[in-house]
T-cell receptor, first 112, second 117 residues
Framework: QKEVEQNSGPLSVPEGAIASLNCTYSDRGSQSFFWYRQYSGKSPELIMFIYSNGDKEDGRFTAQLNKASQYVSLLIRDSQPSDSATYLCAVNKSGGYQKVTFGIGTKLQVIP | ETGVTQTPRHLVMGMTNKKSLKCEQHLGHNAMYWYKQSAKKPLELMFVYSLEERVENNSVPSRFSPECPNSSHLFLHLHTLQPEDSALYLC????????????????FGPGTRLLVL
């Protein structure tokens, strides 16, 4: 079982729709969860982080965390072509320095 | 710009060459990381330095040798690499917290695209 699992996609959604990106993780002791966006040929940049069960909203983005199900998701409302990128789920397994494990990433395509 | 710079941005080297990748962070962070990103694979953590001390070495081959002379600079020395080492090498930094939960984000540099012939 992979430590952090994501569907590599591509996930295609029409412009204006809600894009739903999913991630599961194997370590129940995981504490912090991150979503990074990576445009082709660029480095990852942080979109959101979440630590507590429930939803966290920031503009068009909502992160959802369910620790019991070991599941974290990212919703993008009113998707735009500029949202087309690969979205990486990252999980911090322990405290101290940040020992983060990344998923393979889901490629999102927003169709105009 | 994330405040993390990397040089060179592109590097082509033969298997017998020796080269070094450089990373510099201007964020006042105290932890720095090297990652390898290959096609169709997750980001692989190679090395972590916290307060200039190497705290993580994920079974990386000895042909990769990191160096962290101070909290702002990180190097990755390369020698006798193999073609399968061709990848994007990313440097990141973060502000490590005290004991217990660490919440700070990692900020990535633009990466060095390495091709080993």
């Amino acid at each position: 079982q992979k430590e952090v699992e994501q569907n590599s996609g591509p996930l295609s959604v029409p412009e204006g729709a809600i894009a739903s990106l999913n991630c599961t993780y194997s370590d129940r002791g995981s504490q912090s969860f991150f979503w990074y966006r990576q445009y082709s040929g660029k480095s990852p940049e942080l979109i959101m982080f979440i630590y507590s069960n429930g939803d966290k909203e920031d503009g068009r983005f909502t992160a959802q965390l369910n620790k019991a199900s070991q599941y974290v998701s990212l919703l993008i409302r009113d998707s735009q072509p500029s949202d087309s990128a690969t979205y990486l789920c990252a999980v911090n397994k322990s405290g101290g320095y940040q020992k983060v494990t990344f998923g393979i990433g889901t490629k999102l395509q927003v169709i105009p | 710009e994330t405040g993390v710079t990397q040089t060179p941005r592109h590097l082509v080297m033969g298997m017998t060459n020796k080269k070094s990748l450089k990373c510099e962070q201007h964020l006042g962070h105290n932890a720095m990381y090297w990652y390898k990103q290959s096609a169709k694979k997750p980001l692989e953590l190679m090395f972590v330095y916290s307060l200039e001390e190497r705290v993580e070495n994920n079974s990386v081959p000895s042909r990769f040798s990191p160096e962290c002379p101070n909290s702002s600079h990180l190097f990755l020395h390369l020698h006798t690499l193999q073609p399968e080492d061709s990848a994007l090498y990313l440097c990141a930094s973060s502000q490590g917290g005290t004991s217990g939960r660490l919440q700070e984000t990692q900020y990535f540099g633009p990466g060095t695209r390495l091709l080993v012939l």
